[in-house]
């Protein structure tokens, strides 16, 4: 695709239910990163994928947080039993290989009430 | 650990100023160091900096990089109304970033 697409753009949710959360990168680009981005914080990292696989999930914020990677193209970050503090701004972007430049998605707004 | 580190967080000017917004790194495996705008959601690439002492241009918008001293900058001369955003620099594997700077431009 032209950019990378991410959905959906918003999401609201009750305390415990599980999300999904989706990334499209641009076609062809290898890496896919997610980050999450709280109201006045900076990026914070969670993850990224070199084709299909994660060498490090080191950021993932607690066991609640997951992702996958299918086919070397689409993502989806899984969420379980959300709480509070999740609520954010999840943002994908991809890259045409690991550490060459980002290009971010539009981002999803997720509330958790 | 890598680190990012901007300065200053926060920065309000009138149209037309020039501004200089700083960026020192402390990262394993340097290849290259980001700057991005962030205004609604999403961050949009900036420049992307490899090379020591030499400067990148997009119109207004300058940034050199240097690598002996780990640090970057990123010059905006005649500020605009539009040039407020959130300016972000990255670097290091995992594309580590620093906290922003919050730019004001009034009119």
């Known amino acids: 695709g032209a950019g990378v697409s991410q959905s959906p753009s918003n999401k609201v949710t009750e305390k415990g239910k599980d999300v999904e959360l989706r990334c499209d990168p641009i076609s062809g680009h290898t890496a896919l990163y997610w980050y999450r981005q709280s109201l006045g914080q900076g990026l914070e990292f969670l993850i990224y994928f070199q084709g299909n696989s994660a060498p490090d999930k080191s950021g993932l914020p607690s066991d609640r947080f997951s992702a996958e990677r299918t086919g070397g193209s689409v993502s989806t970050l899984t969420i379980q039993r959300t709480q509070q503090e999740d609520s954010a701004v999840y943002l994908c972007?991809?890259?045409?290989?690991?550490?060459?430049?980002?290009?971010f998605g539009p981002g999803t707004r997720l509330l958790v009430l | 650990e890598d680190k990012v580190v901007q300065s200053p967080l926060s920065l309000v000017v009138h149209e037309g100023d020039t501004v200089t917004l700083n960026c020192s790194y402390e990262?394993?495996?340097?290849?290259?160091l980001l700057w991005y705008k962030q205004e609604k959601k999403a961050p949009t690439f900036l420049f992307m900096l490899t090379s020591s002492g030499i400067e990148k241009k997009s119109g207004r918008l300058s940034s050199i990089l240097d690598k002996k001293e780990l640090f970057s900058i990123l010059n905006i001369t005649a500020t605009q109304t539009g040039d407020s955003a959130v300016y972000l620099c990255a670097g290091g594997n995992k594309l580590v970033f620093g906290a922003g700077t919050i730019l004001r431009v009034k009119s």
């Open positions: 972007a991809s890259s045409t290989r690991f550490q060459e430049t980002q290009y």
């Open positions: 990262v394993t495996n340097f290849r290259s």
